[in-house]
């Protein structure tokens, strides 16, 4: 089955955010926050859930628009060139960084210097595990590795004035309450080898050596090439992802929808009582402060803000369930296997078991339904997205300039 990037159904950003279960009928739950980036808290013991006790079919609160061809416009930029990946790479080193190369103008270790060495811990003459490392760079008078680590006292002395290809026993006591039982207070000898003393890397520095280090590629060209399929990759995940995104839009504009008061009230009270149990341990008593502290809202403010979202989300999940119904869409059991097993892989669950659990409410059937009818929903916007007449405004941006270029050049050659 060919893979593919399955929508998020849930498409507001509330200010207060957590993830919130519940939905319509128990056969044909849709609730909008069952998506791949499903929270992974698992809320053992969790009661008080108001929506799941409801028996509602979604088609009889929408009317539905023309979805058929529906007509969007995302104005992402989805194109990646040499330049963008040149740029990714440099943000790359930059914030990665700072990475350190061979000096050969320096033989003599002096205050500064990042210094590349191998060594080898011993006690009582033995190597000890833990105590042996090779390709190691230090800053040794501020006794740390490269990137601030600070070492245990005495470690990197011995190395201040020494020179490249020295060898050099240094004289240790780890503290007495340091952390591995076995070394704690113990007097112990590192011998170090001076690999090189180093200089930071500039970009114009990086070679086929960096490349293999530092990306498993064989050449730079390699490394390049794998930044660029990285980035078309991301590039086009977030071209679908605003295609959904503008899709539903379209639909919450021109589809009409009637969500059921007592409903929706009860799908804010569910989300306010998940709240409290991923955040405050199932203990209410503190949200008021909680959201007081933590968001500058009072509770009314904070319900009001979670009805707002709340109330698109159901729009959405009602919307995409009539569709489905009205386009017989059906469950395959092979990709719906494998987007179970998506969600518990990248969100921490122990087994489906425990997903099911959660989204459920502590019953697995009822969370079972609730996912099945998410992946068929999914299904459908895969289907809109597939027949939607999507324009990517910068791309006709781009034609429109590169055609004014164009003409412009044709105007100069005639007048010439």
Known sequence: MKKKIVALLLSTMM?????????????????????????????????????????????????????????????????????????YFAQMFSNYGPFYQADET???????????????????????EGGTAENQNIDVYNNSSAEGTIYIDG????????????????????????????LAGKAVVFTFTVNSIQKEMELTDVDDAFAKEQFNADTVEDMYAQLQTYLESAAESTKLSDTYSAIHSYLLENCTVEIPEDY????????QTQFVNNYLSGDASQLEEYLTTNYGRTLEEAREEWRSGLEQNISLEFIMETIAEKENITLDEEGYAAYIQNLVSNNGFSS????????????????????????????????????????????????????????????????K
């Open 15 to 87: 200010a207060v955010s957590v993830a919130g279960c519940g939905g319509s009928n128990n056969n044909t739950e849709n609730s909008a926050s069952a998506t791949e980036s499903v929270e992974s808290t698992e809320s053992a013991g969790v009661s008080g859930y108001e929506s799941p006790s409801f028996d509602i079919k979604a088609s009889d609160y929408v009317t539905l628009c023309d979805y058929n061809n529906i007509a969007v416009t995302i104005d992402g930029d989805y194109e990646v060139g040499e330049q963008e990946v040149k740029e």
């Open 264 to 271: 929706l009230t009860a799908r804010v009270n569910d989300y």
């Open 106 to 128: 320096k033989t003599t270790i002096e205050e500064g210097d990042i210094v590349n060495v191998d060594y080898v811990g011993k006690l009582d003459g033995e190597a000890f």
């Open 352 to 415: 489906e078991e425990a997903l099911y659990q959660q989204y459920g409410y502590d019953d697995a059937a009822y969370g079972e339904a609730y996912l099945r009818q998410i992946y068929v929903d999914n299904l459908a916007l895969d289907k809109l997205r597939e027949t939607a007449a999507v324009t990517e405004a910068n791309a006709a941006d781009s034609t429109e300039a590169e055609s004014t270029e164009e003409a412009l050049d044709q105007s100069d050659s005639t007048e």
């Open 155 to 182: 470690f990197t002395e011995g190395l201040k004035g020494a020179s490249v290809g020295d060898v050099i026993d240094c004289d240790v006591t780890f503290p007495e309450d340091y952390q591995a039982e076995n």
